[in-house]
C-alpha cells in the first residue's frame, strides 16, 4: 500500500464490539478500502483478560494492511500481543511515565489535549504525537471546534504530530487536513455502518488526496 506522505493520513479508531470473531472481520474488510496509518483500539469495558484476547486477535490484522497498532488502556496488553505502541488517555505524567518506560520500543502519544497549557505540558515530554479530542469525542457529524482550533495552532509551532478526533461525519475529515494536522481519526465516520466501511476509507482517502492541503517535504 502506497504512503500518501505529503498529507493528513486517517487513524481509526475501533468501536466497542464485544463479539471478537466480528470485530476482527469488520477490521479486516475496513482496511481493505485504503490508506490507513495507524489503528488504535480502545479497552472499552473490557477486563484484562477480554481486552487481551481481542489486541491478540486484532494486532495482527492491523499490521498486515500496513497500519501500525495502538493501544488504548492497559499497558501490559501491548507487550503481550506485539502492538506497535501505546495510546494514553491520562495527563502528561502518564505519558512521560510510558515514553521513560517504552519510547525505545514503542510508539507512544495521546494526551487528549482540552487547552494549550496541557498541550504543552504534553508537548514537553516529547511524545510521538499528541491527541486532541477524545476517542469517543465524535459526537456530531463535524469535529469539534475547540480541537480544531488547537490542532491548527500546534501544527504552526510544533514538530510533534498531531492527531484530531474528527466527527460521524467523513467529509470532517477534510477540516481537520485542512488546519495542518498529520492525522485525522475517525470512528463512526467509518464504522456506523460496518459493511461501508472499507467504502467510507477509500472515500476519505480520495478527498484527502483531492483536497487536502500538501505538506513541505
Given at each position: 500500500m502506497t504512503?500518501?506522505?505529503?498529507?493528513?493520513?486517517?487513524?481509526?479508531?475501533?468501536?466497542?464490539?464485544a463479539d471478537v470473531d466480528?470485530?476482527?472481520?469488520?477490521?479486516a474488510d475496513a482496511l481493505k478500502g485504503g490508506d490507513v496509518a495507524s489503528v488504535i483500539l480502545p479497552q472499552y469495558g473490557l477486563d484484562?483478560?477480554?481486552?487481551?484476547?481481542?489486541?491478540?486477535?486484532?494486532?495482527?490484522?492491523?499490521?498486515?494492511a500496513g497500519a501500525a497498532a495502538l493501544i488504548a488502556g492497559d499497558s501490559r496488553v501491548v507487550g503481550r500481543s506485539k502492538a506497535d505502541g501505546l495510546h494514553i488517555t491520562?495527563?502528561?505524567?502518564?505519558?512521560a511515565d510510558a515514553i521513560d518506560r517504552y519510547a525505545d520500543k514503542l510508539i507512544v502519544g495521546g494526551g487528549n489535549a482540552a487547552d494549550r497549557h496541557t498541550a504543552l505540558e504534553v508537548?514537553?515530554?516529547?511524545?510521538?504525537?499528541?491527541?486532541?479530542?477524545?476517542?469517543?469525542?465524535?459526537i456530531k457529524p463535524e469535529a469539534h471546534p475547540?480541537?480544531?482550533?488547537?490542532?491548527?495552532?500546534?501544527?504552526?509551532?510544533?514538530?510533534?504530530?498531531?492527531i484530531v478526533m474528527g466527527g460521524t461525519d467523513p467529509v470532517s475529515a477534510l477540516a481537520v487536513?485542512?488546519?495542518?494536522?498529520?492525522?485525522?481519526?475517525?470512528r463512526m465516520g467509518v464504522f456506523a455502518e460496518p459493511a461501508q466501511a472499507p467504502s467510507i476509507i477509500a472515500q476519505i482517502n480520495a478527498l484527502l488526496d483531492e483536497k487536502a492541503p500538501r505538506f513541505e517535504v
Open positions: 504512503e500518501p506522505e505529503n498529507r493528513c493520513r486517517l487513524v481509526l479508531v475501533l468501536p466497542d464490539i466480528e470485530r476482527a472481520k469488520i477490521v484484562e483478560g477480554g481486552f487481551q484476547k481481542h489486541a491478540e486477535k486484532l494486532v495482527p490484522i492491523i499490521q498486515a491520562g495527563p502528561a505524567t502518564e505519558i508537548g514537553e515530554e516529547r511524545p510521538d504525537y499528541i491527541f486532541f479530542g477524545k476517542l469517543d469525542g465524535d475547540k480541537n480544531l482550533a488547537l490542532a491548527e495552532w500546534w501544527a504552526s509551532m510544533i514538530e510533534i504530530p498531531c487536513a485542512e488546519t495542518g494536522a498529520e492525522f485525522v481519526a475517525m
